[in-house]
């Protein structure tokens, strides 16, 4: 076979790639969805900020735009139903 024409050291560079990225959406698992202006809101929020920093490495959290960015995209989340996250990642690319 004529394979992908790319070299074995990208094929074990993407295959660590998506090792890191498993292991950080396994620590993100346990991320809430509060309701919008449900109970306990800001304090869900904070906690899912904190889980997020801790799983993401630095270099990316930086690359990203550092907290400010995490925090505003945690915004954006806010309040959405999984229906709309799913057709969100589907546009993405995701399953």
Do not use: C, F, S, T
Not at 1 to 12: I, L
Not at 37 to 49: D, E, F, K, S, V
Request: aromatic fraction near 2%; avoid cysteine; charged fraction near 20%.
């Amino acid at each position: 076979g004529r394979g992908a024409g790319r070299g074995p050291g990208d094929v074990v560079e993407l295959v660590e790639e998506y090792k890191r990225l498993a292991k950080m959406m396994g620590k993100m698992k346990g991320l809430k969805v509060p309701k919008k202006g449900g109970y306990g809101q800001q304090q869900a929020i904070n906690q899912n900020l904190a889980q997020m920093a801790q799983a993401i490495p630095p270099q990316m959290l930086k690359q990203m735009g550092g907290m400010g960015a995490l925090q505003g995209m945690l915004k954006q989340l806010e309040g959405k139903d999984m229906g709309q996250m799913q057709a969100m990642m589907k546009k993405m690319g995701g399953q």
